[in-house]
Structures are given as structure tokens and as C-alpha cells.
């Protein structure tokens, strides 16, 4: 999440168009973690959700990823970076719009996610600011919650179906 707000825009001419979007290979899994730790966004809990891990590639290198950790009928948006090279594109907003997919097909009521630089972008997405004791404790338990995200991260969610109840 910090990594497509926070770093400079790149003006390289590559064409984000030649960049599927798919779902992650478990070989490219080694590839997903440098990229996130170049964006400096959290790895710990992440190699148990590598079923939801979708990336972005271009020449074989993977670019950009996103990933959902399920949670009952919640989501758990995390890991969206894209690599600084391949930035201003738009890239991050269809990785975006893929893991919305992905969680609507899944029938998920609320997406969450937790950032510290990110949530000027993230809020123009659809998602809002909300108290972190208001997320579901099922995701609240999440390694993200309780381990990789500092307490200062804000939580935001967005809310994917009409079902407006929110409690377990």
C-alpha cells in the first residue's frame, strides 16, 4: 500500500498495457516478496495467502501485486505495490479493481485494508476511514493486524455488497 502513494512517479515510457494481471505462480512467490520488500510493505503472514496473490508481469519480472486474505465474509486487501520503474500508469488501480473482483466473486460484504501513507489514495477508491475496533475481530486476528502493521496504520474498508452488518 505504501509503496504505490509514496515513492516518485517514474517517467519511463513502458507501456502498462503488456502487463496481464493474473493470478501468482508459487514459483514467482520468491519474486513477490523482493518487490514488497523494495516497497517496503510488511511479508510476515503473507506466504499463508499465496492462492490470493496476484501479480502484474512485463519481460518475465513481475511489476506489480495485490493480495486478499479471506476472512468469513470479509476480505483483507494487502500488499498492493508496484514497482517504482513501472509506476504512473494506472497499473495500481486495475491491480486494485482485480482484487475487488476477485472478493465480489467470492461474494465478500466489506473489503479492509491497513495503510500508513496510502489512504488519500485508497479514499478516493471507495474505500473509507474507520475505527480500527470496529473491523471484524476475525480480521482483526489477521497477522497483519496483530503483527506486521504498526497501531499507527489506518484501517479503511469498503463495502462490496448491500449487506451493511458488519458484526460476527
Known amino acids: 500500500l505504501q509503496c504505490t502513494a509514496t515513492a516518485m512517479r517514474s517517467m519511463t515510457k513502458h507501456s502498462m498495457a503488456d502487463s496481464a494481471i493474473r493470478p501468482m505462480n508459487r514459483t514467482e512467490f520468491p519474486e ?50 508496484v514497482d517504482s520503474l513501472s509506476r504512473g500508469h494506472g497499473l495500481g488501480q486495475r491491480l486494485l479493481d482485480t482484487m475487488v473482483e476477485v472478493a465480489q466473486e467470492r461474494s465478500l460484504s466489506n473489503l479492509y485494508l491497513l495503510t500508513e501513507t496510502a489512504s488519500d489514495y485508497f479514499g478516493q477508491r471507495g474505500f473509507q476511514i474507520v ?28 463495502t462490496l455488497s448491500n449487506d451493511e452488518t458488519d458484526h460476527e
Open 32 to 81: 513477490v516478496l523482493d518487490l514488497l520488500h523494495r516497497c517496503e510493505l510488511p511479508l510476515d503472514g503473507l506466504a499463508d495467502h499465496q492462492d490470493l496473490i496476484y501479480v502484474a508481469g512485463r519481460d518475465s519480472t513481475i511489476v506489480g501485486c495485490a493480495a486478499l486474505e479471506l476472512y468469513g465474509p470479509y476480505g483483507l486487501l494487502r500488499s498492493v505495490a
Open 131 to 158: 475505527d480500527r475496533s470496529s473491523v471484524p475481530q476475525r480480521v482483526q486476528q489477521s497477522i497483519e493486524f496483530t503483527r506486521a502493521c504498526p497501531a499507527s496504520a489506518l484501517a479503511m474498508r469498503r
